[in-house]
Nanobody
């Protein structure tokens, strides 16, 4: 079983940057693919970025490609989301999620979820 805790959310101005962290429990962290999803008020949860178990492959939503990056440090059981050039439409609760080995873009494919961290981008 995996437990995930997100941190790093907050308020930023448009054009600014934030770095989110997701700390995971368990000695099997390195076997899991990790993903970041977000959910704005009144909208469905959507895929943002994902990374494979060994960091060898990544996936991006078209809306964030070129602005967001994902990385992981398996020695620290942590995955990061670096968000640059933030826009007001990036405002949402951001969730960290885990599944076995390979990242996907589908919410229902992930088995473990954090409780989320709020990101608010002002204009």
């Amino acid at each position: 079983q995996v437990q995930l805790v997100e941190s790093g959310g907050g308020l930023v101005q448009a054009g600014g940057s934030l770095r989110l962290s997701c700390a995971a429990s368990g000695r099997t962290f390195s076997t899991y693919a990790m993903g970041w999803f977000r959910q704005a008020p009144g909208k469905e949860r959507e895929f943002v970025v994902g990374i494979s178990w060994n960091g060898g492959s990544t996936l991006f939503a078209d809306s964030v490609k070129g602005r967001f990056t994902i990385s992981r440090d398996n020695a620290r059981n942590t995955v990061y989301l670096q968000m640059n050039s933030l826009k007001p439409e990036d405002t949402a609760v951001y969730y960290c999620a885990a599944r076995m080995r390979w990242a996907t873009r589908q919410v229902d494919d992930y088995d473990y979820w954090g409780q989320g961290t709020q990101v608010t981008v002002s204009s």
